[in-house]
């Protein structure tokens, strides 16, 4: 605990924390309001259209922000006793303190700059709260109570992620909603499905533990592992593969969600993540879905094609202007808003990315479509642009550029695309630069960050290793040394009942401030890039010496091997 207060004295003290830690402290009164942000819920009644719209931040920050609107307005306090506050943690007294001068306040030392103007309004937004319009007040926490309330009516509380759950039970109380109201029950119960009990190891003893997850990842991953099993040669009538399709049919989206703002041509037809998320489908999970129902036979599930063309259609109008996909909107990208105090996590939006990107040109090409199709060429301008300089794709929802690169080579290899072109052999060189001596590849969460160096680096793991082979094979390396390596390093690390062991953050929620371990991820992508290996050794499309001849003429090789 010494050490824990003398880390975060060294790094400006409670003070310098983020502006969501800075909430939950203010909540426990320990921390004033007066630090944080103005978030006035009047912001509800601006036009859906209007540039500074609810609609215009992605759906995460809109599912956490609104309830919070609620919380801001009625500013409630949990009192505890001082001797259990954390006094120590700050490096001036509270009482000392110039909130304007420390984060996320502090101004730029120029001038003008987006962030300075909306410091200023943030000033101004504070008087404002002093004596707001009482009429005014009331209309807007009317209308942010009754979207919250609209939008808690599933099963898997609000925005399926605990962060706007656990702000959703808040707001509700300030709106006078008791502990006992079945609303507050539900909601705590839905908080309460996301424990997970285990026991850990502290010192020589086997120690009961309790965490929570964020959320549950039941169509990603079973999409996916689909997928995998499918790369190995399982049948596509085999009773597993059919009673997951059934699974993945029966959560397609009916109802329309918030992205008919952005996309109001589009209808009804995505997957979302969780166990239950009607209202916020997104284009990743929507296509690793088309991509396994592509794969197997259903006959006994009425009208599968339908549901297959309901979905492709809805991943299809959510492309965006840039020709590139993102998550839960389209064209999520007004990059002035991450200057706003408030979002200091720089995570408000939602652009389009690259990982998603060629995901669904991979979901494009086992639908049966090819370059022709008229969303293809838009995807490629897309990527070429985004390529970084060093020949790798930034991987937005998994660490990092070895997960982007996977995700842009599998999409490229799909959809046709000449695998001899140049920038096609930067990302290869890129990517065996990075091999790890013990012929893994791993990548720290710290590539996130402003340090390049940092960049397709760290410890290896069973799934980034995964990614990048199958990112490799996918570039025609399947008969490359550095492949043969990386195959090597996923048998040497499979333990004896068949499964990899991985402690690492290999996923991604908000770069810089929140990172996943999702516990199938070493599981299904190592089997994965096994069979796809096996396989394509074994298809004989070219022989080891012809390959090797063709890597050398390319250029795509590394000079020490």
Request: aromatic share 12%; glycine share 8%; with cysteine.
């Amino acid at each position: 605990m010494l050490r824990a207060r003398d880390c975060i004295q060294a790094k400006g003290g409670v003070v310098c924390a983020n502006v969501f830690t800075k909430i939950t402290l203010a909540l426990f009164e320990q921390y004033d309001w007066e630090g944080l942000p103005s978030m006035p819920p009047e912001i509800m009644l601006l036009p859906k259209r209007f540039y500074f719209s609810i609609y215009a931040i992605s759906y995460w920050s809109r599912a956490v922000l609104i309830p919070l609107l609620v919380v801001f307005a009625n500013q409630p306090v949990c009192r505890i006793p001082k001797e259990q506050g954390i006094d120590e943690l700050y490096i001036v007294p509270r009482a000392q303190i110039r909130y304007r001068d420390v984060p996320p306040f502090n101004k730029d030392q120029r001038w003008f700059t987006p962030h300075n103007f909306f410091v200023q309004l943030d000033g101004v937004l504070k008087l404002y709260d002093r004596m707001p319009f009482s009429w005014l007040r009331e209309k807007a926490l009317h209308k942010a109570a009754t979207w919250m309330l609209d939008h808690i009516k599933g099963s898997g509380g609000l925005g399926a992620i605990y962060p706007a759950m656990a702000n959703s039970i808040v707001a509700l109380r300030c709106l006078g909603y008791q502990v006992n109201d079945p609303l507050v029950r539900k909601a705590l119960q839905e908080i309460e499905a996301l424990e997970v009990y285990d026991s850990v190891t502290i010192g020589d003893q086997r120690v009961e533990a309790l965490h929570l997850q964020p959320c549950h990842s039941p169509i990603w991953d079973t999409a996916l592992l689909m997928n995998a099993l499918i790369e190995t040669g399982m049948s596509q009538d085999h009773p597993s593969l059919q009673k997951a399709a059934a699974y993945l049919a029966s959560r397609q989206t009916k109802l329309v969600g918030d992205w008919k703002f952005s996309s109001p041509n589009a209808e009804p037809g995505g997957w979302y993540f969780q166990f239950e998320n009607e209202l916020y489908p997104d284009v990743d999970d929507s296509a690793v879905v088309l991509m396994a129902l592509s794969k197997v036979r259903m006959a006994q599930v009425a009208d599968l094609q339908e549901s297959i063309q309901r979905g492709t259609n809805w991943v299809l109008a959510m492309q965006g202007s840039d020709g590139g996909w993102g998550a839960y909107d389209k064209d999520n990208n007004r990059i002035v808003f991450n200057y706003i105090p408030f979002a200091d996590h720089h995570a408000l939006l939602d652009p389009s990315t690259s990982d998603l990107t060629g995901r669904c040109l991979e979901m494009l090409a086992a639908l049966g479509y090819d370059q022709a199709h008229p969303a293809v060429a838009p995807a490629l301008r897309f990527l070429k642009r985004e390529q970084e300089a060093d020949g790798s794709w930034y991987g937005r929802w998994g660490v990092n550029y070895i997960y982007g690169t996977w995700s842009v080579l599998a999409g490229l290899r799909a959809i046709g695309v000449d695998l001899s072109e140049p920038y096609i052999c930067r990302a290869v060189s890129w990517l065996e630069s990075k091999q790890n001596p013990d012929g893994g590849w791993g990548e720290s969460c710290h590539s996130y960050g402003d340090d390049p160096e940092w960049s397709g680096k760290g410890d290896s793991t069973p799934s980034q290793t995964a990614w990048a082979i199958m990112g490799l094979m996918s570039a025609g390396m399947t008969d490359a040394f550095s492949v043969a390596r990386g195959i090597q390093y996923l048998l040497r690390h499979q333990m004896k009942d068949g499964s990899w062991e991985e402690v690492r953050h290999t996923g991604t929620g908000f770069p810089r401030v929140f990172y996943l371990r999702y516990h199938w991820y070493c599981q299904y992508f190592p089997l994965w890039a096994l069979a796809m290996y096996r396989n394509l050794r074994t298809r004989g499309h070219m022989r080891a010496d012809e390959v090797r001849e063709q890597v050398l003429a390319s250029g795509c090789h590394r000079a020490d091997q």
